[in-house]
């Protein structure tokens, strides 16, 4: 075995195990019903609402950030959808039956996940226009993050994948 496969494989041995470990939370049926809700939340739900909030409190004057989070969010869609059927990596609970699926999956693949690509990529549209709203979203999207794994949907690397592709493109967007 060469030394790159040895490291693959020891990565690949740590996605595993953290998505085990986060997956055996969801075992508490309180706990994973909240995280249930937060999933479904961030579906849009959240984002949305916080977008007619902002038009409805702000006015004209959030029409910018909210029509930047629509294009940042319809860049990271288009993103998602190319990367999600190039690389066809199959969700945690189809392959180890140990993991146990905790919430109806949106389609059938895992990488990367698009709730924390587009969570991330909003908290940061968001901020930049309203700092103020970092108490909010930030935590808000920790939890949708967490809740991909715990409700064995993704791996904790589709996770980092998505919260850096929404980093980026969010980034870019505000350069």
Known sequence: MSRLSYHLQQINDWD???C???ND???NKSLRELFKLVSRLGDGVFWYA?????LLRYQAEALPAVLHMLAVGLSCTVL???IKHKTLRPRPFNVYPSIICGSQPLDQFSFPSGHTLHAVAFSIIA???FPDLAWLVLPFTFLVALSRPLLGL???SDVLAG????SLISIASLL
């Open 16 to 18: 595993l195990e953290l």
């Open 25 to 27: 939370l969801s075992r």
């Open 80 to 82: 998602y959808k190319i």
């Open 20 to 22: 085990q470990a986060c």
């Open 50 to 54: 916080l977008m007619v909030i902002l």
């Open 127 to 129: 901020i930049s226009y």
């Open 163 to 166: 919260a850096v592709l929404g």
């Open 154 to 156: 993704h791996y904790p």
